[in-house]
C-alpha cells in the first residue's frame, strides 16, 4: 500500500494557459474524490467518482474543469483557461466503499499546488 | 446545506498538557465523521473515523467523540507534544435522504501550536 500519489507537486502556469493534474488512488479503492483547499480554508469538495462513473460535481466546478477516471484507475484533472483564482491546492482522496468500521475512510494525497500568474 | 465549525480557529499549549479541540455541525443526518491532520504544505492524514453509529474512537493519545443529535464531535489530545503541531480538521460525509456517496465538508481547522 503506497498511498495516493498526486503528479504534480507544484504547477505555476501563465493566466489563459490549460492544465492537467494526475491522482493514483491507493489500489483497491473504488471511490475517488477531488478537493480544492485555499490558503485559510478547510477544503472544499469538486468531484467524486465510483469506479469511473464520475457520480456528482460540485457548483464549484465551473465548464473550465474536466476531470476523467478511465477505467476506474487513476483519474485527471483539466483546468481549461486558467485564471488567477484558481490558484490553490488540488487534493485527491480515495476510500473503499465496503462496509466494516472503516467504511469510507478517505486517504488523501500531498496535493498539487497551482499558482496561476 | 452542511456547515461545519472549529472551535478555537488557534491554539497554543505548552507541551504536556491535554487539549480539546471541538467541531460542530448543522445538519445531523451525517454518515460519518473523520479527523485530520495538516502539516504546513502538506496533504491531510487521517486521524479518526466514527461512524454514525458510534460515540467515540480512540488511537494512541487521541480520542474523537460523537454526539450526532447535538451535531458535535471533540477531538483530545493526551500530554499533547510539540510534534502534535499542525492544523488539525474535522469532517462530516453527508447522509442526505439515506444515501452517502462520502463527499466531505470541512471545518475551517484549528491551528494547534504546542510549544516545549
Known amino acids: 500500500d503506497t498511498g495516493v500519489s498526486q503528479d504534480p507537486r507544484h504547477k505555476i502556469t501563465k493566466r489563459g494557459q490549460n492544465v492537467t493534474f494526475r491522482c493514483d488512488p491507493i489500489s483497491e479503492h473504488n471511490r475517488l474524490y477531488w478537493y480544492r483547499q485555499t490558503l485559510g480554508q478547510g477544503p472544499e469538495f469538486l468531484t467524486y467518482?465510483?469506479?469511473?462513473?464520475?457520480?456528482?460535481k460540485s457548483r464549484l466546478l465551473s465548464d473550465r474543469f474536466s476531470a476523467e477516471r478511465p477505467k476506474g484507475s487513476f483519474s485527471t484533472l483539466e483546468i481549461q483557461r486558467t485564471e488567477q483564482g484558481d490558484s490553490a491546492m488540488y487534493l485527491c482522496?480515495?476510500?473503499?466503499?465496503?462496509?466494516?468500521?472503516?467504511?469510507?475512510?478517505?486517504?488523501f494525497g500531498p496535493g498539487t499546488r497551482l499558482t496561476v500568474l | 446545506k452542511q456547515e461545519v465549525t472549529q472551535i478555537p480557529a488557534a491554539l497554543s499549549v505548552p507541551e504536556g498538557e491535554n487539549l480539546v479541540l471541538n467541531c460542530s455541525f448543522t445538519?445531523?443526518?451525517?454518515?460519518?465523521l473523520q479527523w485530520f491532520r495538516q502539516d504546513p504544505g502538506k496533504g491531510l492524514t487521517s486521524l479518526l473515523l466514527?461512524?454514525?453509529?458510534?460515540r467515540e474512537q480512540t488511537s494512541g493519545r487521541l480520542n474523537a467523540s460523537l454526539d450526532k443529535s447535538s451535531g458535535r464531535s471533540t477531538l483530545y489530545i493526551a500530554a499533547s507534544q510539540p510534534g502534535d503541531s499542525a492544523t488539525y480538521l474535522c469532517a462530516v460525509a453527508g447522509n442526505a435522504g439515506g444515501t452517502s456517496y462520502g463527499k466531505l465538508t470541512f471545518g475551517q481547522g484549528t491551528i494547534l501550536t504546542v510549544h516545549p
Open positions: 445538519d445531523s443526518a451525517i454518515y460519518n
Open positions: 467518482f465510483q469506479n469511473e462513473a464520475q457520480l456528482e
Open positions: 466514527i461512524q454514525s453509529s458510534q
Open positions: 482522496a480515495s476510500s473503499l466503499a465496503r462496509r466494516g468500521p472503516t467504511y469510507n475512510e478517505q486517504f
